[in-house]
């Protein structure tokens, strides 16, 4: 069965912190798509990545980084030099025969 | 580009009454459409999905009959709450889905609707 499981609920960083969301994953099929979703307090998902189970290549965009690692199953987040505007909850979603969404992980950012 | 657009955004209702929540994909075919339910401090969960020209396919515990799932076109996908009553009460949220870009969904801003 597909399961997302983000193990951190809520985590709290000042800003200009680096901060890891982890986002472990459980499924039996060979191709599949990971993605990381960001929620802010305005309520709309913004998609932030999608990955390929085939693409096991790091990805970096500005301040944000995506550690894949298909042999412990787990698609990691990190934002370095966070910002205030970065306060959000952030979904792990796994396809399957439908979406499967972590629970989240509420990240605050002090200024 | 991959916009999705919702209406209304809030809405307050008597208890007894339908709300229609409208989903549209504004720049690209959605060949899919996914309708969420989130409580607060909650993930996601999948009411329906629904294929354009076909009926929807609702999650178990979602009654069909009080959440009505239309999507007459590519663009185009409604949630009638009929008969709403307090505990319907919650952040209604579409998804749309290309037909060309690979599993992404791309989800509207959301509906909060308030049952009293």
């Known amino acids: 069965a597909q399961k997302v499981t983000q193990a951190q609920t809520e985590i709290s960083v000042v800003e200009k912190e680096d901060v890891t969301l982890d986002c472990v994953y459980e499924t039996r099929d060979t191709t599949y798509y990971l993605f990381w979703y960001k929620q802010p307090p305005s309520g709309e998902l913004v998609f932030l990545i999608r990955?390929?189970?085939?693409?096991?290549q790091n990805e970096i965009s500005g301040r944000y980084s995506w550690n894949f690692q298909k042999s412990t199953s787990s698609f990691n987040f990190t934002i370095t030099a966070s910002q205030v505007v970065d306060s959000a909850v952030y979904f792990c979603?796994?396809?399957?025969?439908?979406?499967?969404f972590g629970t989240g992980t509420s990240l605050t950012v002090i200024p | 580009g991959a916009v999705v657009s919702q209406h209304p955004s809030r809405v307050i209702c008597k208890s007894g009454t339908s709300v229609k929540i409208e989903c549209r994909s504004l720049d690209f075919q959605a060949t899919t459409m996914f309708w969420y339910r989130q409580f607060p401090k909650q993930s996601l969960m999948l009411m329906a999905t629904s294929n354009e020209g076909s009926k929807a396919t609702y999650e178990q515990g979602v009654e069909k009959d009080k959440f009505l799932i239309n999507h007459a076109s590519l663009t185009l996908s409604t949630l009638t709450v009929t008969s709403a009553h307090p505990e319907d009460s919650s952040f209604y949220i579409c998804?749309?889905?290309?037909?060309?870009?690979?599993?992404?969904?791309?989800f509207g801003p959301g509906t909060r609707l308030l049952v009293l």
């Open positions: 990955r390929n189970s085939f693409d096991e």
């Open positions: 998804s749309a889905m290309g037909r060309f870009e690979q599993e992404t969904q791309y």
């Open positions: 979603a796994l396809t399957g025969n439908q979406f499967y």
